[in-house]
């Protein structure tokens, strides 16, 4: 009975370390991502300020993960999907500089070439920092059946 209850108290404290970690993060309102180049039909495109800031990209070395480019701090970077973290009304990217978490995504109509258009919050985490915007948009990660047969027509 004592270790399961050292396992439990442990846990607890394990879970509520963790959850602290995050919510002691300062609020940083200037890390906020900037204009990327538009290169072409992104099958993901999302805006803040009517102005692209993600974009999806091949990764020629890995043929298998999903990644958007961005321009964070004046910088391009590329963040990987972490797909076992990533659902319909969530996305997480990350890299070793940042995890980005886009959520409460709302659905609208279809975009074309099966992407459908979606709206919601991106929250942008350093180490030491955060910072949380709306965003609109469009993707073809989780469309709905209609928008991917619609394709282009």
Known sequence: MRQILIVFF???????????????????????????????????EYTFN??????????????NGSYIRMKLQGKEVYLKMD???????????SNEQ??????????GACAGEGAQYINGKLLIQT????????????????SSKKCQETGNG
């Open 50 to 63: 009517n102005k692209i800031i993600a974009l999806d990209y091949f990764n020629e070395n890995d043929n």
């Open 10 to 44: 442990s846990f607890i404290t394990t879970s509520c370390f963790c959850q602290s970690l995050t919510l002691n993060l300062k609020t940083n309102k200037s890390l906020m991502p900037q204009e990327i180049d538009y290169d072409g039909k992104p099958e993901l």
């Open 127 to 142: 180490k030491l920092e955060q910072n949380t915007i709306n965003f609109k948009g469009s993707d073809t990660y989780y």
């Open 98 to 107: 940042y995890t980005l978490t886009f959520f409460e995504i709302i659905y």
């Open 83 to 93: 797909k076992q973290k990533t659902s319909k009304t969530k996305r997480i990217f």
